[in-house]
């Protein structure tokens, strides 16, 4: 095992409103080592946005993390910093939001001024990071760094603004300021969903690039589970805010456990060659304000067992090495609870 | 099961051109064209499944409104088979068009702003019924029922609003209207790209059963390759508003032929982690300014194997001799299929 970077444990994320409460992220536990790529999968609405925001607390209003611990181990030889913990409004959180974390979201226009060239903002995340940097050597870095993300003619881009850049250029821009502070961790928050499989396909092998060169940690965020595939050496699937397995990648895309991921796989059109029809899940998610006493995914699931999953909430259970499954199906829980003879 | 292309197609269209004016230059004086369709040629059999792919503004969705009349293409033919004729859709007078048009439904990629929300679902799958066959009342509800069973839909929700319905049932509310006139063609635009995957399974599946039950052809666009892979029988990739290649599916993928498309499937990534970093023909990151492409073959700027004949001439789609039915547009084929 590597070191630890990142730890969060029973983190939970509540939205309070007037139609009652969302538990976006409803207590997940998560690691992610030094320079390894963390995947977290689920459809939309399952908690994944949420959950890599409240890492530094950029989550929207009026979300609020009520319980948990999210641990930041900078250094191998000092005790961790809990980021759960810190006010969102100083320096500390701040100093760690833009020089050891950074974030690239989906859609590369709402992290760039609209008013400002791609080279200023690039070279303002420069100075801010480095007190004695001058402006011209800010200028040369970001030009090495456009380049190094991949960016034909730097020397002439560092000076367009973002509307004049394609999405695929303006993802590597974006890319290029998260990377100009050398994180430790980049959060990336579905880097490739608006961009075209050609263009994906540039940016995913350039974030495997700069991650052998930097040896940074990556957490990618996704409802593919192909990009998880191609990139994650672990994997989390959410659904209503809760995981329900994880682990190594290999290890649940060969022995899925459970029935949730089961029906993920199994409905991917790559995956069914010659049936003639997919395999569905039956139903559809249901609305955030739902409370359910069992199991989340109980309603929809194949193979419940009545009087137990639509009960209590399944606890965790270790079915390989690393390979965690929260379901009553592979767990000694349910023995003393209902009647049922198996 | 799937008919020759002697003249028999359901739809078949020759040398489509549709062309939006953009103005550049002082005062506009110089008028340009963005060639959203340029020169295509392509037909869809009874009962079959042309799925087309191609790069965001490549130009499917121009296509499948050229196709709908939608926007009027400005030259070339589509000629619709109704009966034991073949009309030509552009020539129609506005009359015969809307009789026609019935027979050619579309289904959008956002089932969210695609429905008023102001309508219930029994208007809204009903609309075109009480247009065109002027139903009312009984008749009305009991066809809408029928069309709500047909796609999957509990027909106690005849009386409620969009709103109240999961992205997954308001795709189905989209298909039971687009069916609701028994069309022969459905042009389905990206129909799963807003679904959850959970969901996407659903719909596919739903599409699949009512094309065999009322013998439907589907003309499918996504972005995502793996489903155009299993829902199609045949595959068309656009790039530029050009037809760079068309064929059986078998043909196409696993690698195609053209250099374009042999680029677009080697993107794909696949769901097994066991495949991680296949071989991927990355294209250089450059964007075609729509109203002014290259000269030649449009895709020569970021072709690994282009020659001067493709910078000087355009290539026509010509079959490859070895696989029926698989055409291709590319000056160097045989030398791109050495490799
Ligand atoms: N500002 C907000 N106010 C209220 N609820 C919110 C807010 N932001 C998110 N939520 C809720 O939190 C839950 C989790 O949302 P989140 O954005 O994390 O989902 P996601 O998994 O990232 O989905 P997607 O794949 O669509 O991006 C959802 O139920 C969402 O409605
Ligand atoms: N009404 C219009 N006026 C001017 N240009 C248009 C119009 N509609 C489309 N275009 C242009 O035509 C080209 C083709 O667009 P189209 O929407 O058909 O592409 P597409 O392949 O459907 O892309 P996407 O995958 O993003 O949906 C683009 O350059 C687009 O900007
Ligand atoms: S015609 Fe030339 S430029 Fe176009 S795809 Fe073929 S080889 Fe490449
Ligand atoms: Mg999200
Ligand atoms: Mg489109």
Redesign the interface.
Known sequence: MGDLLLQIKNLKTYFYLDEGTVRAVDGIDLTVEKGETVGIVG??GCGKTVAAQSILQIMPEPGKIVAGEINYYPDNHKPPVNLARLNPKKDILRRIRGNEISFIFQEPMTAFSPVHTIGNQIMESFLIHNKEMGKRQARAETITILKRV?I?DPGQRVDAYPFQL????RQ?AMIAMALSCNPKLLIADEPTTSL???????I??LLKALQEKYGMSILIIT?????????ASKVAVMYMGKLVEKGN??EI?DNPAHPYTK???D??????KDA??????KG??PDPYTRLVGCEFAPRCEEAIEGICDKEKPSVTEVADGHLVWCFLYSDQKEGLGNVEK | MLKNNNGQSLLKIEHLRTYFPVNKGFFGRTQKYIKAVDDVSLYINENETLGVVGESGSGKTTLAHSIMMGIKPCEGKILFKQGDRVLDLKKLSAKELKSIRKHIQMIFQDPFSSLNPRMSVRDIIGEPLMINNGLKRKKLDEKVIDLMNDVGLDPKYLRRYPHAFSGGQRQRIGIARALALNPRLVLADEPTSALDVSIQSQILNLLKRLQQKYNLSYMFISHDLSIVKYISNRVAVMYAGNLMETGPTGAIFPGGLHPYSRALLSAIPSPDPHQRNKEVILLDDQVVDPADLPSGCVFHPRCRYAEDICRQKKPHLEPVNSSKGHRVACHLKEKVSLN
């Not at chain 1, 409802?223 to 990139?231: G, N, P, S």
């Not at chain 1, 003639?276 to 899940?281: A, D, Q, T």
């Open positions: 459809e939309s991949g034909p394609s999405g695929g250029m590597r075209d499989v050609t263009v994906q396909a540039q995913l092998a409802h593919d589970l192909a990009i998880v595939a191609e990139m990648i290999m895309y029906a993920l796989l409905s991917l059109p790559a995956r069914e003639e029809y997919l395999k569905v899940i559809s998610v």
